[in-house]
């Protein structure tokens, strides 16, 4: 009996000392309601290499190559590259034709994403010189790009960023509940990573997509191939002394799943990438915390600017140090861990239920058992088995109710604070989109579950939806249509 009180009461300490260790991420989010780093107007224009990754998309690529061509930045700073990667298509042709220089890639044993980057990019070494570009730009064939994308992001690499990441709207947000609550989820990344870590001047992290980095960061060339290239590449940039920061200014359009089979297979593949990433440099970042040099996965040579040398300020020293500490936070399975501390604390108290009834749960909150059987209308007795029992499920049930409710909360913030990025809606459907978004985070913690026990392999997402850059200005609302515009 005392062992087990014991147990239990270390494990409950356990996971209040666990969950603060995220506690600083309220700062964050509120930091990120009230402001963002923005970037001054430059009249400096930088060379700009375009990468992008395709396989079979011979139905969207053009439009992207299309909105990179109506740019407001002048064409000639700017090269576009495509790996037409495996491709059974005309994705090459329909490349070539829209002006991008185009490399075939023929390895079905090597396949994914950053493998074929790291091809293109050995490609581009060789034919031109990684330093014939002074930063290049990631994008997935299905996006689209906004106007004045490069402009912006010129900014923000004028102001001395090395990798800078941007603003990731939905290009079929009003699809389906699958794609809005992915819609939501990067807009929440936003409003409560992004926004704060940039102004912070802190590392926020890449999403795969739409991001910038100095040529300096692959001088050695390309080396994250894993599922989820774009976290190993985060924390290899922590650990190398590179800030990650955000242009909330920059705004490209990015295409979301609709069948929940896909989405489920792409969260799968996302979580597995996650906990590999983690194995990989989840030691390191752990290090960075502690020590001024640590060397990086990939052998990206450590950021040489003033702020990292040994004569770095006190305070530039602690934000390296705090970076590290965020990122390691981001690239923890915090699903397995808080799920796994949990299920053994219901353990030892269902070992405790079936050992000793009822009286030891009862004993440690009497007064919310007995509100809790007076409102069920219970007659069962506080010392009986069954009670304890039901005390356990409820603990439960709340959790999950509570978690439910946590995610609504946040989609309702999502929804009123980036309204002007949302398509109108009637209020039916964005009631539902509401309803349904915290299935998506239940869906991710579900997937690294999977992920832990299974082998992964990377597979295509497909992209159908045929829609232009055009497609995607909003068009100007009528008198009729205020039930449909957003909150």
């Known amino acids: 009996m005392n062992g087990l009180t014991l147990a239990a009461a270390v494990m409950a300490t356990v996971i209040t000392v ?39 998309e011979e139905t969207v690529i ?37 002006g991008a220089v185009c490399y075939e890639r023929f390895d079905s044993e090597h396949c994914t ?32 790009l ?40 990067w807009m929440r990344t936003i409003r409560t990573e992004h926004r704060a870590r940039s102004t912070m001047r802190l590392a926020t992290r890449i999403q795969g997509t739409g991001f910038l980095f100095s040529n300096e960061i692959v001088e050695n060339g390309w080396h994250y191939t894993s599922l989820t290239e774009d976290r190993a590449f ?20 990015d295409e979301q799943p609709t069948n929940l089979r896909i989405a489920l ?45 040994q004569k770095a300020k006190p305070a530039d020293a602690l934000a390296f140090r705090l970076m590290s500490y965020d990122m390691l936070t981001v690239t923890m399975p915090h699903a397995i861990v808080k799920i796994t501390l949990k299920l053994i604390l219901y353990g030892l108290r269902s070992v405790m239920i079936f050992t000793v009834g009822g009286a030891f749960v009862a004993g440690l909150c009497p007064s919310f058992l007995q509100i809790f059987l007076d409102l069920l209308s219970c007659r069962i007795t506080p010392n009986t088995a069954l009670s304890a029992w039901l005390l356990l499920t409820a603990f439960l049930l709340c959790g999950l109710v509570s978690d439910y409710f946590g995610s609504l ?33 239940f869906i991710g913690d579900l997937a690294m579950w999977i992920a832990l026990f299974s082998k992964v392999e990377w597979k295509p997402i497909p992209h159908t939806v045929d829609r232009t850059i055009t497609d995607m200005q909003p068009p100007a609302p009528h008198a009729s249509d205020q039930d449909k515009m957003p909150l």
Request: glycine residues 6%.
């Open 409 to 441: 909360f946040t989609g309702v913030y999502i929804m009123i604070t980036e309204r002007r990025h949302i398509p109108p809606l009637p209020i039916a459907k964005r009631l539902w989109y509401l309803l349904t978004f915290p299935l998506f985070d």
């Open 234 to 253: 985060c924390a290899d940039a922590v650990v190398g002394n590179y800030r990650i920061s955000y242009n909330d200014a920059a705004e490209f359009y």
């Open 113 to 144: 994403k950053g493998y074929a980057l790291q091809f293109l990019l050995e490609q581009i070494d060789r034919d031109y010189g990684i330093k014939a570009f002074e930063a290049y730009l990631i994008f997935d064939a299905d996006n689209l």
């Open 146 to 185: 906004k106007q004045d994308y490069l402009s912006r992001m010129n900014e923000a690499f004028d102001a001395g960023e090395k990798i800078v990441t941007s603003y990731r709207n939905t290009k079929n947000f009003c699809d389906n509940w699958i794609a809005a609550s992915y819609g939501l989820h």
């Open 265 to 309: 297979r792409q969260r799968i593949r996302w979580a597995k990438g996650h906990l590999q990433a983690f194995a990989e440099s989840g030691g390191k970042l752990f290090l960075k915390i502690f020590v001024n040099h640590v060397p990086t996965i990939s052998g990206m040579r450590e950021n040489s600017t003033k702020a990292t040398t």
């Open 18 to 56: 666990y969950g603060s260790l995220f506690a600083y991420r309220a700062v964050l989010v509120v930091v990120g309601l009230l402001t963002t780093r923005r970037f001054k107007e430059t009249k400096n224009r930088h060379r700009y290499a375009v990468l992008i990754a395709a396989r079979n």
């Open 62 to 98: 053009g439009h992207l190559l299309d909105s990179i061509k109506k740019q407001d930045y002048p064409s000639s700073l700017v090269t576009v590259f495509v790996v037409a990667d495996n491709c059974q298509d005309k994705t090459a042709t329909v490349a070539i034709e829209n």
